[in-house]
């Protein structure tokens, strides 16, 4: 069974415009982690953000928010006054502590298009 | 540089050869990951090191597929006899580990094509 699902294939947005990235995942641990991953062409998977299982609290970095709901098991990822330059593959992922947070499940992947 | 570094970034080979791919993770970062992607999917687990102890491997991972981590720095990824299916792309992470659930730090990717 999938680990994370992210639904949407591709999103296309004009530039400015705010857009989230959906991700719903799913784990029988009570300790796991969630993580957001953006991969431009040129492939490197970049780090954006961390989550904690016992830490719901919603923050903003700069561009950047994201909406961690257990109830839902979803973490969703929004940026705001998109960029051209925020074109990409978005990827979220878990890792489980009963595993030693060592190994990544991925979701599948989203397509951010900011057409100027 | 201070990042994961793999090293050849494309790699193209006939089937049936062996290749090796190299990737130096980041300096002091004692776990070490590799993961495959091909196209339109997510990465998807290979093996874990700590330090030099490969301590986990995915049933992706065959017989046909060794790592190695000799003295808890870098790693070789080998593959033998390789087949079409193995055409990928293949990701090198490390992380501190000094904390469970830390976020993991890719180097940019071995392209392996077999035709």
């Known amino acids: 069974a999938q680990k994370v699902t992210q639904a949407q294939t591709e999103i296309s947005v004009v530039e400015k415009e705010d857009v989230t990235l959906d991700c719903v995942y799913e784990t029988r641990d009570t300790t796991y982690y969630l993580f957001w991953y953006k991969q431009p062409p040129s492939g490197e998977l970049v780090f954006l953000i961390r989550?904690?299982?016992?830490?719901?609290q919603n923050e903003i970095s700069g561009r950047y928010s994201w909406n961690f709901q257990k109830s839902t098991s979803s973490f969703n990822f929004t940026i705001t006054a998109s960029q051209v330059v925020d074109s990409a593959v978005y990827f979220c992922a878990l890792s489980e502590a009963s595993l030693g947070g060592n190994q990544f499940y991925f979701g599948t992947g989203t397509s951010l298009t900011v057409i100027p | 540089d201070t990042g994961v570094s793999q090293n050849p970034r494309h790699k193209i080979t006939k089937r049936g050869q062996n290749v090796t791919f190299r990737c130096d993770p980041i300096s002091e970062h004692n776990r070490l990951y590799w993961y495959r992607q091909t196209l339109g999917q997510g990465p998807e687990f290979l093996t874990y090191?700590?330090?030099?102890?490969?301590?986990?491997k995915s049933r992706l991972l065959s017989d046909r597929f060794s790592a190695e981590r000799p003295k808890g720095s870098f790693s070789t990824l080998e593959i033998q006899r390789t087949e079409q299916g193995d055409s990928a792309m293949y990701l090198c992470?490390?992380?501190?580990?000094?904390?469970?659930?830390?976020?993991?730090?890719f180097g940019q990717g071995t392209r392996l094509t077999v035709v």
């Open positions: 992470a490390s992380s501190p580990g000094s904390i469970v659930g830390t976020e993991a730090f």
């Open positions: 989550r904690n299982s016992f830490d719901e």
């Open positions: 090191f700590q330090n030099e102890a490969q301590l986990e």
